[in-house]
């Protein structure tokens, strides 16, 4: 039986150095394809500055909304750092310092007993700490917090993605010679005809063979090859150039 649903995702980017340009945002496109890649819908990306009642603001609505909030960044031990003080202000909660993150910073050989690095271990009361890998994994809540650097983030992920409950989407592609224009009206006919089928039509402008690429996914594979034979049948042998049952633009680099 097909499931009904994907758990739905919303990323929530925390840095002025993001907004200002200064740095170039990696986390979010990493978490973009990861979440696909495992079976989450992101419904959301937002980009916010280190000010924490914007912060709290956005993760409250976020997470009333999503099934799962990830951030990044704002968690290390300069003066921008609030996510943690932000995150308790969404859930109107009090920070505490947390004894066994406080022990894993201490245990450092050198920047441990560092008054500025113990501030990491002041989390909202009632946090979840992972202390497995190589960096503390706080989750407040349905929130996730990560840190921006993006290999720690990427290592972090992982450990928590086999606990998401994600469902993969099918997915196909269909290739043709047509412009938008010409295949729009057959595209709504498929849509009509299935409506538990997403269909995307992306046109392309360089000479890469074809001049749309129309994607079709579902969580129901009977539903996607039904979408997909329907649309399939509708185009010439000219106006049809490759068809891909199985199609991951996840996993392209």
């Known amino acids: 039986m097909p499931h009904s649903r994907q758990p739905t995702a919303h990323i929530v980017i925390i840095g002025n150095e993001v907004l200002s340009g200064k740095v170039r945002d990696a986390n979010g496109p990493f978490l973009l394809q990861r979440l ?14 280190d000010v924490e009642e914007t912060i709290a603001a956005t993760i409250r609505d976020a997470a ?19 996510t943690m003080k932000s995150v308790a202000m969404a859930f109107d909660l009090p920070l505490r310092e947390h004894e066994t ?6 245990s450092h050989p050198t920047r441990g007993d560092s008054p500025e690095r113990l501030r990491m271990a002041q989390v909202p009361a009632g946090a979840h700490v ?3 890998g190589v960096f503390p994994q706080v989750r407040v809540r ?15 992920f992982e450990l928590v993605a086999p606990l998401l409950g994600g469902v993969p989407m099918h997915c196909s592609a269909v290739y043709s010679s047509l412009s938008e224009s010409h295949i729009a009206r057959r ?10 089928v997403e269909v995307g039509s992306y046109p392309q402008w360089l000479d890469s063979g074809y001049r749309v690429l129309i994607t079709l996914e579902s969580l129901d594979e009977d539903s996607l090859r039904g979408a997909r034979n329907q649309l399939v049948d509708s185009l010439s042998e000219e106006e049809l150039i490759e068809v891909l049952e199985s199609y991951h633009p996840e996993d392209l680099k």
């Open 142 to 156: 349905n929130v996730w917090i990560f840190p921006g650097v993006p290999k720690l983030l990427q290592r972090k």
């Open 130 to 132: 992972d202390l497995s």
């Open 36 to 49: 696909r890649q495992i079976g989450l819908r992101c419904t959301a990306l937002s980009v916010i500055p």
């Open 187 to 196: 595209l709504e006919a498929v849509v009509e005809a299935w409506p538990g």
């Open 101 to 106: 993150f406080a022990a894993f910073l201490k």
């Open 64 to 82: 009333d909304a999503v099934d799962w909030v990830f951030t990044t960044g704002g968690v290390g031990p300069t003066h921008d750092d609030v």
